[in-house]
């Protein structure tokens, strides 16, 4: 098993302090996932330990879905570990999107991810975008 807290803390990416969230929360600890997979290697193992979890599961996966901007990179990463395909929703005049020719087919099976969830706000706007399209 990898050891979450010394990455993040060999990358420079936990910070301690006082931070006031995108969300408007309040925390006292912030995970800068940028800083950790700035690394294409660190990136890649974090991706092929989560896909492991992830096929132990049983979870059937055609796709994986990362709302932009922070989740692409964690996204891509997955899916390239799963061996599945990824697209990517971002925002349009505020609006949570699927487009740049991506498509969802009636049925197929999407994994959303992000980097960090504070809410969960983005990722579930970008699963509305994906149930509209069909998928599930």
């Not at 096929?55 to 061996?83: N, Q």
């Not at 020719?101 to 992000?114: D, H, P, Q, T, Y």
């Not at 969960?120 to 975008?129: D, K, R, T």
């Amino acid at each position: 098993m990898i050891d979450l807290e010394k990455i993040y803390r060999d990358a420079g990416a936990y910070l301690e302090g006082h931070f006031l969230l995108s969300s408007g929360n309040h925390s006292k600890f912030y995970l800068q996932s940028a800083k950790v997979l700035e690394n294409p290697k660190t990136a890649e193992l974090l991706a092929v330990e989560l896909a492991k979890m992830i096929k132990k599961s049983d979870i059937t996966i055609d796709t994986v879905c990362s709302p932009a901007l922070g989740g692409v990179l964690a996204g891509y990463e997955l899916a390239r570990a799963l061996g599945v395909r990824f697209i990517f929703a971002e925002r349009v005049d505020k609006v949570m999107t699927i487009r740049r020719g991506f498509e969802v087919a009636k049925g197929e099976k999407v994994l959303m991810c992000e980097d960090i969830i504070t809410t969960g706000g983005s990722v579930l706007e970008a699963a509305s975008q994906v149930e509209k399209q069909g998928g599930e």
